[in-house]
């Protein structure tokens, strides 16, 4: 494959792959994601920092991800680079060392492209980051510098967080895939906090192929899906409450995903909600916003003339929430987590909608978290499968859930979705 | 109270009272304290940072705490104060903001009265602290300026955190009560990380109700222990293979509080140890060494000649630890959290040794964590109960142990527990 070739279609694997056969140099792909920066950042705006030498000047490092560029909401630490947490409370930051995943990127032959835009402390204002599919919409937030960045083509992989919805959000605004791992899988640390019970990172790539071989690279855990594997997932279908919200669009999304695993010889079934993770759904919102008040509690106590009115009035109503339904949150979400297991009696995993719909028109919110909450609550593993679209063009994401722990399953099923719906692998 | 005997009882709740009535000033209060640690802190060596101008310029704080200073281990985060680590790497390191527990004491109506000295990150190289029992011997680690500050009568409460035993051990080996919350109860954000899975904050107090004042003033929960509560609760001991390791005094300390709870009317029994849990006991060990080198990456990869020979070494050692033994410890770790409510099926709490023994004479290492770490894994609440002492006068704290997130009862039982082995409150 030609380098422009590999560069257009922005799989980090591929891209792996040929810097390994010798077949093209890593000075030869960063001078093109440079170009593709160069040419379209005044748009997109996906970095909150970047720097263009020390882009270039980072060699080789020995390890799988062979001195790939990744980008960095800029919430997560690196040494040596502002991270401002998207608010003039933290202009100039710049912390004294790398949070772990940072290091664990590196020492899987990463390299730190840069920091990417994130909105107000990963929580609901705005940075100033566009969808890379289309500059007047949203790429949806929080972490919406890493989704777009790896849509526009500027890197092939980037590293996001999610708290309610954002890290499968933004994915599926800007069509591409990413993973919210199982809560605890890789470390939330050296990472501005909002919410001790919630907050997970997210990896984004081109393709749930790439998305499975950045995780897998990271942890040295056996995530990489590989071809060809003879496998029909049992696929479950849990219509909440909450997919009243969601659009025409998305809701023939899921009918068409359902019907052509179905065509592919997949077993999909609809599964009743029990009521506990409706009261999870519930319990959800007022974990996150309890929180939230505990976790931005400095800045509002001495810098509050420094945060967005939208945060400042959350944080304040955050405080308001009395402590005995925050207690009764938790205990909701402790026993749907532990019910979650039961979701997975007859399927090996459910498929959900990412978002409500496609990106909206315009740039003041990033869209609802909602369809993410409940998954990020249970702290199960989802991948968003881009593939499909509304009738504008605009990406639509499907997101696949496994049961708590195997973030393997989620890859290795959302793989094979994504197969199906592109066509690629028709049986 | 005169005030001479308020700080020489070094009672949180007692003081808080006193200020709140107005008997005393927190100037008074302040002053008296400064004085204590003028005369012993070039001994004991319990702070790693102190600004005695700041320590006395603090006002009163509206809340429950009335205006109380509070110690942080060295690892937290404050704005405007250095957060060294224990480690030359971070001399100097002065933080932007402080740690979401911080905001939360700050909230509560306590001040912050300095640093409290930490083990090279809170792991075993021990600082300089020694016991306030005896300075020949260890006050345990790695929350060693934590417990010693309050067992010295420097501070009233402090804050600690615990990864195996760090918090629970210095409290034992110290003379002072401690809670090791439920994992989740409290964030551990704006903190230095060894283990994501493990590091839990940690409180400590006087006396058992002074921790439960304070945690409860801190979270908003309802974890204050109230005089006169007729309660008996049931108790089992589980000797797991790990109280091999106990010394003779220590296992003379069970049985003492074994039988002085019988003798006041609890229900006493010996309980099975299920395999699962000694498989957990020894999966603690590898999820922690693994994860530490993860957490330290940075630190090893930058700084490598700033590190103590011991913890380069643990860092090195914990990247060769193979990752499939690490996901199966994980999954060994998630068996057992998932069963440990059934160790509460026919009790209310657990007892356990909150150490192997009393401290030993020598600074050279902080004692062991064993004793602690299965309790650490499975996230359970655990708080020691001083009162007991050895032969030579040196403190034994009881462990008192309940199912997840109900730090009430572990406060609850342990306050029972403590008057009990105090003689306070015979039947």
Redesign the interface.
Known sequence: MSLDDLLKRNSGLEIAAAVAARQVTIGEIRTGYLAAIAERERIVKAFAHFDCEKFLASTLVVGPLEGLPVGFKDIIDV?GMPCECGSPI?RN?IP???A?I???V??AGGTVAGKTVTSEFATREPGPTTNPRDPTRTPGGSSSGSAAAVAAGFLPFAIGTQTGGSTIGPASFCGVAALKPSF?L?????IR?TS??LDTLGFYGRNVRDVAFLAGSI????LAVNDGVQWMPRIGVARMKVWEQISADMSEAIVAACDMSKSRGAHVVSLPVHPIFENAYQAQFLIQDF?KA??L???I??HSALLSATLEQAIRDGWSIP??HY?AA??AA?RAQ?ASYDLFREVDVLIAPSASGAASIGLETTGSPNLNRLWTLLGLPCVSVPSLSDGSGMPLGISVVAP??DDRRALRAASWLQETLSGGARC
């Open positions: 040494a933290y930051y004294r060392g790398d772990p940072v290091s664990m590196r020492r605890g890789v470390p939330y640390s050296g906090a001790w019970t942890t040295g855990q056996d929180e505990r976790c509690a400095f800045e106590d001495t402590v005995a207690v938790i205990d402790k532990a708590m722990g």
